[in-house]
T-cell receptor, first 116, second 109 residues
Framework: GAVVSQHPSRVICKSGTSVKIECRSLDFQATTMFWYRQFPKQSLMLMAT?????????EQGVEKDKFLINHASLTLSTLTVTSAHPEDSSFYIC????????????FGPGTRLLVL | GQNIDQPTEMTATEGAIVQINCTYQ??????LFWYQQHAGEAPTFLSY??LDGLEEKGRFSSFLSRSKGYSYLLLKELQMKDSASYLCAVMDSNYQLIWGAGTKLIIKP
C-alpha cells in the first residue's frame, strides 16, 4: 500500500513558538493532502485540504493564519502551527491520496505536539 | 446535515466474532471506508465499499447497503491485537470524507 511519513513524530515546544510538521508521500504522488487534528479520546477533525500548487481549503473554525499549510510539491505538504499555545497540544495527522477523488486516503503516523 | 452513527464502545471475547455497525446520512455517496486506529497511532485503511454487498478480506469483512444507509464491519477469530477504535467514513458527493466518531473495541481473553 501507499506509504505516508510525517516528521517529527513528537515535538515539545514553549508557548509562543512556531512548529513545522512535514508530511511526505513516499511511493506515490499525492495531488491532495489532508491535515487532521485529534484530541484524546475524540474523533478525527479535518483541519484543511491542500492541493499541490494551490492554497489550502480550511474547515470552518480553523484559523488559516495560525495553521499555515504549504503543499509545495506532489510529495510534500507542511503544516506550521504559528505562535503555539497549550490549547494547540494535540495529535496532528496528515493523509494523502492519489489523483482520483474516490481514492483511499492513506495516513501518516501522526505528530504529537505538546506546547508548554 | 450529514451524520455518521456508530456505537461508542463494544466488548468481545478473544476468538469470537464481532459486528460493528455504521449508519449514515450524507449529501451523496461515493463510497464507505473502514479504518482501524490503535491508541496513540494514526488510522490504517481496512476496507472500501461502493457497491452493495459483502467484501471479504481475511478475518475482516465489510458490508454495505446503500438503500438503507448502512454498513457493518465483521471481525472473525478475534485476537487481542484487534483491540482498537474502528472508524467509519463516508465519501459524499463532493468527495469529502465524513467521519464517524469511532467504535472502541475491547477484546477480553
Amino acid at each position: 500500500g501507499a506509504v505516508v511519513s510525517q516528521h517529527p513524530s513528537r515535538v515539545i515546544c514553549k508557548s509562543g513558538t512556531s512548529v513545522k510538521i512535514e508530511c511526505r508521500s513516499l511511493d506515490f504522488q499525492a495531488t491532495t493532502m489532508f491535515w487532521y487534528r485529534q484530541f484524546p479520546k475524540q474523533s478525527l477533525m479535518l483541519m484543511a485540504t491542500s492541493n499541490e500548487g494551490s492554497k489550502a481549503t480550511y474547515e470552518q473554525g480553523v484559523e488559516k493564519d495560525k495553521f499555515l499549510i504549504n503543499h509545495a510539491s506532489l510529495t510534500l505538504s507542511t503544516l506550521t502551527v504559528t505562535s503555539a499555545h497549550p490549547e494547540d497540544s494535540s495529535f496532528y495527522i496528515c493523509s494523502a491520496k492519489l489523483g482520483h477523488p474516490q481514492e483511499t486516503q492513506y495516513f501518516g503516523p501522526g505528530t504529537r505536539l505538546l506546547v508548554l | 446535515g450529514q451524520n455518521i452513527d456508530q456505537p461508542t464502545e463494544m466488548t468481545a471475547t478473544e476468538g469470537a466474532i464481532v459486528q460493528i455497525n455504521c449508519t449514515y446520512q450524507t449529501s451523496g455517496f461515493n463510497g464507505l471506508f473502514w479504518y482501524q486506529q490503535h491508541a496513540g497511532e494514526a488510522p490504517t485503511f481496512l476496507s472500501y465499499n461502493v457497491l452493495d454487498g459483502l467484501e471479504e478480506k481475511g478475518r475482516f469483512s465489510s458490508f454495505l447497503s446503500r438503500s438503507k444507509g448502512y454498513s457493518y464491519l465483521l471481525l472473525k477469530e478475534l485476537q487481542m491485537k484487534d483491540s482498537a477504535s474502528y472508524l467509519c467514513a463516508v465519501m459524499d458527493s463532493n468527495y469529502q470524507l465524513i467521519w464517524g466518531a469511532g467504535t472502541k473495541l475491547i477484546i477480553k481473553p
